[in-house]
Structures are given as C-alpha cells and as structure tokens.
C-alpha cells in the first residue's frame, strides 16, 4: 500500500478551512483551497470528504464549482460519489413546529440568528448582547429539552444546534470508512468546535489522527493553531509533501 493509499482526510469546514465569520453566509473562502483539495482528493484516491455541521449545499455554495463528499447537518445527510441521502425536513415534523416557534421567541432579540436547516435547527448569537445571548440559549435549550431524546443539543462557538439524537461527525466518518475508497484508511478529522469532540473520540478509538484547530482543551492527540495553518497543510500535501499525520504537533 502507498503511503497516500493509507488515509482519508475528513475536514469540518467552519473554522477549520476557513475562518469564522461575525454571521454563517459572511465566511470567505480562500481562493487557492478549492483547487488544493481537488489535488489531495486526486492523490488520496477519492477518500477526502467534508464533515460538517452545514446543509451539503451551502458547502457547494462555498467550494463551488466542485462537488465534495460531504456528511451535512453532522451527519444528517450525507453524499458520497454524488448520490445524497437523508436530510429531509419533511421527515422531522415536530422539530419542523418547534423552528417555527423559536423564530417567533427570537424576532425580539437583537442580533440573534436562527439558521433554519431543514432536518436541525442553530442560533447563533456571537454578535448579541450579553441579555440576549442568555435568552438566546435558554430558547434553544427550552427546544431541545421540549422535543426530547429524539433530538439532541449541540453547543458550540457562540451557537447553540439542535440536531437529531443519532446524527454525530463520528458516525459520519465511520459511515465513509465502510464503503470505497474510504474502507481500510486510517482516518484523518480536523475540527475547531466542542461538536467536534465526539468526532474525535470516535477517531480515537479507531485509531486515527484528530487535530484539534486553535488552543481551546481538547481530547484530539494533535493540534493546528489556525485554519490558515490547515490550509498549508493540505496545500503541501497537494503538491506531493509526504502525508504523516503523527508529526503534527501534539495537542
């Protein structure tokens, strides 16, 4: 097995390739990244995927023209080699009552954003006050808690997510490792967020290489200061560095 034959890179996007943005839809997107992941996705084999708490088509949004695979909504949906599944907000008729609500109780508050996803929920408060961000949360708390196990509460970087129970980045990524050409890879997962800790506790435990993006405590083994350092990464890769995961820095 060639060196590049023995991983699949498996990438959040949000503060990871690229930088946080004061609201979702204002992130910039690096010019060069979109052709470097091509390229790592051609020496790789294929096994390259986007894993994201976004709908899979806002990621085609941002890395047009080319089409990913991506496991959206944290796993809700998911497309591989261009065939998409899950994901249907018909299929989620009480969380689909409980948006509605919640977009009435936050009309109120200034600078809270609630990102309707279809199949999840998120509310964004990074640029409210500290009185309404408190109100944001306690909202999108009072939602998760009212649709019960079914449903689960994310909190991540000033954002709060309800999202089904059984969907998590972990499950996602060992749902890529069963099907070519992810099957038989050692996992690479790069996050920044507390929603990705379980992603990294799942890699963890099936050997393969978390890295952890910023300097925030976590239970990744390794550790990139910042999505720029990320993108250098992948750009190296691209161009024929070799892939050793387990010289990143410890986190």
């Known amino acids: 097995m060639s060196e590049p034959d023995a991983f699949a890179v498996f990438l959040d996007f949000d503060g990871t390739l690229a930088e946080l943005a004061p609201t979702p839809d204002a992130v ?8 470097n992941l091509e390229s790592l996705k051609s020496r790789l084999g294929g096994a390259l995927a986007i894993v994201t708490g976004r709908p899979v088509s806002v990621i085609d949004h941002f890395l047009a023209p080319s089409r990913f695979d991506v496991a959206g909504l944290h796993g809700v949906e998911r497309r591989v080699e261009g065939r998409l599944s899950g ?14 609500r919640l977009k009435q109780q936050a009309a109120a508050l200034d600078k809270v954003l609630i990102e309707d996803k279809g199949a ?63 099957a038989g890879r050692r996992a690479i997962f790069f996050g920044d ?17 978390s890295v952890r993006i910023g300097d925030e405590e976590t239970i990744a083994r390794r550790r ?22 387990d010289a990143l820095p410890p986190a």
């Open 193 to 209: 967020d507390k929603t990705d800790e379980l992603a990294f506790e799942s890699v963890n435990a099936d050997g393969g290489v």
């Open 28 to 35: 910039q997107v690096d010019p060069t990244l979109v052709p």
């Open 87 to 100: 994901g249907r907000p018909e299929d989620h008729p009480t969380l689909r009552a409980g948006v509605e």
């Open 120 to 182: 999840s929920v998120a509310v964004h408060w990074r640029l409210a006050s500290e009185a309404d961000t408190e109100t944001a949360q306690g909202i999108v708390k009072a939602l998760a808690a009212e649709l019960g196990s079914a449903y689960r509460l994310q909190l991540g970087k000033a954002v709060g997510e309800v999202v089904p129970a059984d969907a998590t980045k972990g499950h996602a990524i060992r749902a890529f490792l069963e099907r070519p050409p992810y």
């Open 224 to 245: 990139l200061a910042a999505p720029a350092d990320v993108r250098a990464l992948i750009a190296a890769w691209a161009n024929g560095a070799p892939i050793d995961p």
